[in-house]
């Protein structure tokens, strides 16, 4: 029996672009965010620390865990853009 196509949906969330333009000042501000998130983990590195826990078990690790794989490919992706439009750039 043949594989039923999966049905589009209709009226579902808009997907982000696949591609999408970063200024400097757009990365900025990402890593704006990325540096309040690191005052956070750190915070709870410290509260776990000052407690005098052994370790703590949190729900959600493999999230984290797929987050910082992704902002490492995103950062290889950009690294490799700017290399391209560096050698567009460049006239012979």
């Given at each position: 029996?043949?594989?039923?196509?999966?049905?589009?949906?209709?009226?579902?969330?808009?997907?982000?672009?696949?591609?999408?333009?970063?200024?400097?000042?757009?990365?900025?501000s990402?890593?704006?965010?990325?540096?309040?998130q690191?005052?956070?983990?750190?915070?709870?590195?410290?509260?776990?620390?000052?407690?005098?826990?052994d370790?703590?078990?949190?729900?959600?690790?493999?999230?984290?865990?797929?987050?910082?794989?992704?902002?490492?490919?995103?950062i290889?992706?950009?690294?490799?853009?700017?290399?391209?439009?560096?050698?567009?750039?460049?006239?012979y």
């Amino acid at each position: 029996m043949a594989k039923k196509k999966a049905a589009k949906k209709v009226g579902g969330p808009e997907r982000n672009p696949r591609k999408e333009p970063y200024t400097s000042a757009r990365l900025n501000s990402v890593t704006d965010r990325m540096k309040d998130q690191t005052g956070k983990m750190s915070a709870l590195a410290r509260a776990i620390a000052d407690a005098k826990l052994d370790g703590i078990v949190i729900d959600g690790h493999a999230m984290l865990l797929r987050g910082l794989n992704q902002i490492d490919n995103f950062i290889d992706n950009a690294s490799r853009a700017v290399r391209e439009a560096r050698t567009a750039r460049v006239e012979y």
